[in-house]
């Protein structure tokens, strides 16, 4: 038995070296008289054509702040070099054979987006490669390399936001005239994809692109291989989410208490902070720029502007009613636009906080007081006490009004709700606009 199996690996040791030394004949076969540094063609009018294909292995990192994605590609590339063939019969049938890349001529297919120079290194890594060659002068290379390409990212939709990021392969310095890039068939591969945890790989498409450059003449062709990946967004939903909302819902409620109340301060307060720290933590993740603005971001503001409104007028009402003085009289154009444009525009009542001409609780206590009035019959003294007083309320004007304080205390509420119809509104319209960009996206 122990002889047996010696007797197979002394075979399959004699094989292979019979093998290596078939394939280093044929390798110095192809190398005598080649040289790399021409296009591999018999005529300089020939076309050669390049195939370019793409393997997906990993996405490594997506920078939406740096706008740039790595990922693990394999980048497979195809061509016929017309200098290399031989006749297989004459060396017991073998087809192909691997050679270091660095001693037979290749495309210089780099990345165009690329976002590091690591691209250009990455040309002496691929010569370390072996390519495969075939005895009709098909030459197969498909190296491994990480890259890091520019992707210009929209976070408009953030948390719900889709990406597209380019992979553009083409020719340095070859342009249409002397070699032709196109994509290989079936030349996208995604079997050995390792998934993301952030970032869900939607799909790859792959199209040939030609564009004419300023300094010259001729197309220059490339293969756009095309990322589409799509944000998971659970993380975010129970991280940002659902507290953005909460403290949103605190906000809103933090209207409902009255504009006198020491804790509506400390409420909008807290809230205020709250906010600044999750907008904080989105814009610290978000690139630096005014082409897009994320959406909740836009949401924060607007929350942190009506909850600030709020907070300036209960602290202006504060001062006015308990800082021990008389209260500023109210402006003529600031009482008709705060005590009767608004509060007629929000539905509410001036009469059940201060007595209003125009309400019915005024009304009602004018005609009981002029039914009091009936029969009684002023005498000299009387008007001119009336008169006296009249004077006086002249002169002092509106700092004498008994329901001032009662005024300031409306604006405070109208205010309130100004806030609190806003941030209803534009919180529904958030929430609206975000569901129909995930239903849409899903």
């Known amino acids: 038995m ?25 390798i110095d076969h192809i190398l005598t008289n080649y040289t790399p540094r021409s296009r591999p063609v018999n005529s300089i009018k020939t076309v050669l054509n390049v195939y370019i294909g793409l393997g997906l292995q990993q996405i490594v990192e997506v920078n939406e702040k740096q706008q740039y994605i790595t990922s693990v590609v394999h980048l497979t590339t195809q061509w016929i070099d017309e ?33 590091s120079d690591a691209m250009f290194e990455s040309g002496e890594y691929r010569g370390k490669f072996n390519v495969l060659v075939g ?34 392969f083409g020719s340095w310095t070859f342009s249409s005239i002397e070699m032709d890039v196109n994509l290989l068939k079936n030349g996208i591969d995604l079997d050995n994809y390792i998934p993301h945890g952030e970032w869900k790989l939607v799909g790859v498409t792959g199209k040939r692109v030609s564009k004419i450059y300023t300094c010259c003449p001729e197309e220059y062709l490339t293969i756009r291989f095309t990322l589409h990946i799509k944000r998971q967004t659970m993380y975010y939903f129970f991280n940002l989410i659902v507290p953005a909302f909460l403290i949103g819902f605190l906000a809103i409620l933090g209207f409902t208490l009255p504009p006198d109340s020491g804790e509506k301060l400390s409420l909008g307060v807290t809230v205020l902070f709250s906010l600044i720290v999750f907008l904080n933590q989105i814009t610290s993740t978000m690139p630096a720029n005014s082409d897009n603005v994320p959406l909740i971001g836009t949401y924060f503001n607007c929350v942190m502007f009506t ?22 009289p109210i402006g003529r154009h600031t009482e008709k636009l705060l005590l009767i444009w608004l509060p007629w525009i929000l539905r509410l009542d001036p009469g059940k906080y201060y007595d209003n001409e125009k309400s019915p609780v005024y009304l009602r206590k004018t005609a009981i007081q002029d039914v009091l009035m009936i029969g009684v019959k002023p005498d000299k003294s009387h008007k001119e006490k009336v008169g006296v007083v009249g004077n006086v309320g002249r002169t002092s004007g509106r700092r004498n009004d008994p329901q001032l304080r009662e005024k ?19 919180a529904f319209i958030s929430v609206g606009i975000l569901l129909i960009s995930s239903l849409t996206i899903h």
């Open 2 to 26: 122990l002889l047996s199996k010696l007797s197979i690996l002394l075979l399959i040791c004699i094989h292979s070296v019979n093998s290596s030394r078939i394939e280093d004949a044929i």
């Open 83 to 115: 200098y290399i063939h031989w006749n297989a019969s004459d060396f017991e049938d073998v087809i192909m054979v691997r050679i270091p890349s660095v001693k037979i001529w290749q495309p210089d297919i780099f990345l165009y987006n690329m976002a």
């Open 135 to 168: 005895n009709k002068g098909l030459i197969y290379s498909v190296p491994q390399m990480v890259l890091k390409s520019a992707c210009k990212m929209d976070v408009t939709w953030f948390p719900f936001d889709t990406q597209k990021c380019p992979l553009s």
């Open 307 to 328: 909850i600030a409104l709020s907070v300036v007028s209960t602290i202006i009402v504060n001062l006015n009613i308990r800082s021990g003085k008389e209260p500023r």
């Open 408 to 426: 300031w205390l409306f604006v405070a509420v109208v205010v309130d709700r100004l806030c609190l119809v806003g941030s209803v509104l534009f």
